[in-house]
Each structure stands twice: as C-alpha cells, then as structure tokens.
C-alpha cells in the first residue's frame, strides 16, 4: 500500500531564483524520520513546513 506520497508543481518544474514547494503525505507511514534531496547541478536551499496533519511542506529554491 501506498504510505509516502509527493505531489505538487515544485515536483514538474522550477524557475532558477524562484521559490517552488510540493506536499509530502506521510499518513498510515508509522514513526520515522523523513528524508530528502533535490539532485541538480547546484545545491537547492530547502525549508520543511510541518502541518501537524500527516503532511508537509517543502518550499526549496533552485
């Protein structure tokens, strides 16, 4: 079954020096710790915004 999910526009596409986000769902995942990395040619800045309902956002700049 489906326990991790990411959605959003900052997943298809992103604009250099523009902030984008997309939502992880982590609902019916269990405890743990979440990790992440956005590959590219240049390290991206990455902020987590948790919204205490099984998901959150992440806003990077790219």
């Known amino acids: 079954p489906l326990r991790v999910r990411a959605y959003g526009p900052g997943l298809e596409y992103a604009i250099t020096n523009e902030p984008t986000t997309f939502t992880i769902e982590t609902k019916g995942a269990g405890q743990g710790s979440l990790g992440l990395a956005i590959e590219g040619p ?21």
């Open 42 to 62: 240049s390290e991206a800045k990455m902020v987590c915004k948790d919204n205490q309902d099984g998901t959150c956002i992440m806003e990077y700049l790219p």
